[in-house]
Nanobody
Framework: QVQVEESGGGLVQAGGSLSLSCAAS??????MGWYRQAPGKQRELVAT????????YAADSVKGRFTISRDNDKNTVYLQMNSLKPEDPAVYYC???????????WGKGTLVIVSS
């Protein structure tokens, strides 16, 4: 059974930091990543990272502030978020792509709130 579970969301003041974790199990995964969805908006890609450690940040607004990393032994992906801004609040979702078959698996999301 495949499980993808995020943790680490919460309330933080603007300018503060928060670290998200996502543990995936049940498959061998290639790319893992973080998406976010703010109220009334579409889900958007934040960043992805391959099993080889190659990362990509999809949104210019997070470059230099967010860092994605991965521990392959633990099948865990992290998102370190620094200098959080009022536009960052959203539900952050973890996505894991299975190596065989290419199916994408989603977590249930973790809520990030930034207070001004």
């Amino acid at each position: 059974q495949v499980q993808v579970e995020e943790s680490g969301g919460g309330l933080v003041q603007a300018g503060g930091s928060l670290s998200l974790s996502c543990a995936a199990s049940g498959k061998i995964f290639t790319a893992m990543g973080w998406y976010r969805q703010a109220p009334g908006k579409q889900r958007e890609l934040v960043a992805t990272i391959t099993s080889g450690g190659n990362s990509n940040y999809a949104a210019d607004s997070v470059k230099g502030r967010f860092t994605i990393s991965r521990d392959n032994d633990k099948n865990t992906v992290y998102l370190q978020m620094n200098s959080l801004k009022p536009e960052d609040p959203a539900v952050y979702y973890c996505n894991a792509k299975a190596r065989f078959g290419g199916t994408h698996y989603w977590g249930k999301g973790t809520l990030v709130i930034v207070s001004s």
